[in-house]
């Protein structure tokens, strides 16, 4: 038996007071939240936090997990937080960002265009459902 290989990432859903979405415009997905691969020993808390502050500048405190999307036939988990904006300055683009900003939340979802980012979203501003647990079994979907 061969030793697994999965690939976790994390990602964050930052509201700020004025109830706006922090999102970022990638180079290959547009806009989308900011998140990434966690690192080898890395918790996937700080991953969201390291993620969040070098795509867009922003510290950011984890208010809570919200739930995980798996790809399951690619091996991929994505695991979601909720957290709000504690410091920082806002970056207008980087290496991992071509644009970032704060927009409403129905601005911003009409933004994310990539996949089921949109649903990713909307998934940890319903603390109703959560956490979830949404598994697919198809390349198409994460």
């Known amino acids: 038996m061969s030793t697994p290989k999965h690939i976790v990432s994390a990602a964050a859903i930052v509201v700020n007071e004025k ?34 502050k070098e795509e867009s500048g922003i510290d950011i405190e984890i208010i809570k997990f919200c739930g995980i999307f798996q790809n399951v036939e690619n091996s991929i988990c994505n695991t979601l ?20 900003g704060y927009f409403p939340i129905e601005e911003a979802l009409n933004k994310v265009q990539w996949k089921d980012f949109r649903q990713r979203i909307e998934y940890c501003l319903r603390p109703e459902i959560q956490p979830f647990c949404i598994e697919f079994h198809d390349e198409k979907n994460i």
């Open 19 to 52: 109830n706006e979405l922090l999102i970022i415009k990638g180079p290959r997905r547009g806009w989308e939240m900011p998140g990434g691969q966690v690192e080898e020993g890395e918790s996937l808390s700080h991953a969201a936090i390291r993620e969040t």
């Open 81 to 100: 937080f909720l957290a709000k904006p504690i410091g920082g300055e806002l970056i207008q683009s980087s290496e991992e960002s071509l644009e970032t």
